[in-house]
C-alpha cells in the first residue's frame, strides 16, 4: 500500500528553528508537496519537490531525498502565525495525490 | 482569500435531509476537487472535474451526488447521510490535469464543516 508518514504533532520556540519530517512508500514518484493549513482556513501550497536538493523560499526550506523517501520541511525565525497544521502530500506514478495526516505545529513564546 | 469560495462555511443536517454544498473559483482554472477531511486523517479525494468531466470517483458512496455545470462552480449534493460523514469538505481548483505533469498547485477553499446529528 501507499503511505505518507509525519508527526502528529510538534512543539516549537518562538524565534527558533523546526524541521518537519515526511517519509513516504508509493507507488512511482512525481513530486512531493508541503500545504500549510491554519485552524479554520484553507490550505495553502508552500513548496514542490522533484529533484533531490533543497529549495528555499524565504523562512521556510524544503528538502527531498528520492532514494530515501524522505523530505523534510524547515521553518526558520519561529513565529507566532506559523502555528499550524503542515500537510505533505506525494504524487505518485499515476499522478494521484497521496496525502500525510498532516502535523500540527505549536509555536510558544 | 485563495479565489475560491465554498458556501455554507457550516452545516447541520439530520440524516433524512438534502442540502448541497457550493463551490465558485475565481481563477479560470478547469480543474475542481472535492475532498473530505476529518480530524488527524489525510485527505480523502472524493470527485475530481477536469474541462467539467468527472475523471474520478474515488468509491465515494452514492448519497453523495457531485455537480460540475462549467469550469467555475461545483456543487455536492448530500441526501440520507451518516453521522460518520461530519467531517470538513475542501473544495479545491488547479489549472487543470495533464496525463505529463498530474495537476499541479492546488487552491483550496476554506471548506464547509458539516455536522450530521
Known amino acids: 500500500g501507499q503511505n505518507i508518514d509525519q508527526p502528529t504533532e510538534m512543539t516549537a520556540t518562538e524565534g527558533a528553528i523546526v524541521q518537519i519530517n515526511c517519509t513516504y512508500q508509493?507507488?512511482?514518484?512525481?513530486?512531493l508537496f508541503w500545504y500549510q493549513q491554519h485552524a479554520g482556513e484553507a490550505p495553502t501550497f508552500l513548496s514542490y519537490?522533484?529533484l533531490d536538493g533543497l529549495e528555499e523560499k524565504g523562512r521556510f526550506s524544503s528538502f527531498l531525498s528520492r532514494s530515501k523517501g524522505y523530505s523534510y520541511l524547515l521553518l526558520k525565525e519561529l513565529q507566532m502565525k506559523d502555528s499550524a497544521s503542515y500537510l505533505c502530500?506525494?504524487?505518485?506514478?499515476?499522478?494521484?495525490?497521496?496525502w500525510g495526516a498532516g502535523t500540527k505545529l505549536i509555536i510558544k513564546p | 482569500e485563495t479565489g475560491v469560495t465554498q458556501t455554507p462555511r457550516h452545516l447541520v443536517m439530520g440524516m433524512t435531509n438534502k442540502k448541497s454544498l457550493k463551490c465558485e473559483q475565481h481563477?479560470?482554472?478547469?480543474?475542481m476537487y472535492w475532498y473530505k477531511q476529518s480530524a488527524k486523517k489525510p485527505l480523502e479525494l472524493m470527485f475530481v472535474y477536469n474541462f467539467k468531466e468527472q475523471t474520478e470517483n474515488n468509491s465515494v458512496p452514492s448519497r453523495f451526488s457531485p455537480e460540475c455545470p462549467n469550469s467555475s462552480h461545483l456543487f455536492l449534493h448530500l441526501h440520507t447521510l451518516q453521522p460518520e460523514d461530519s467531517a470538513l469538505y475542501l473544495c479545491?481548483?488547479?489549472?487543470?490535469?495533464?496525463?505529463?505533469?498530474?495537476?499541479?498547485?492546488?487552491?483550496f477553499g476554506e471548506g464547509s464543516r458539516l455536522t450530521v446529528l
Open positions: 479545491a481548483s488547479s489549472q487543470q490535469i495533464t496525463w505529463d505533469r498530474g495537476q499541479g498547485e492546488l487552491f
Open positions: 481563477l479560470g482554472h478547469n480543474a
Open positions: 502530500a506525494v504524487m505518485d506514478s499515476n499522478y494521484q495525490l497521496i
Open positions: 508509493t507507488s512511482g514518484f512525481n513530486g
Open positions: 519537490n522533484v
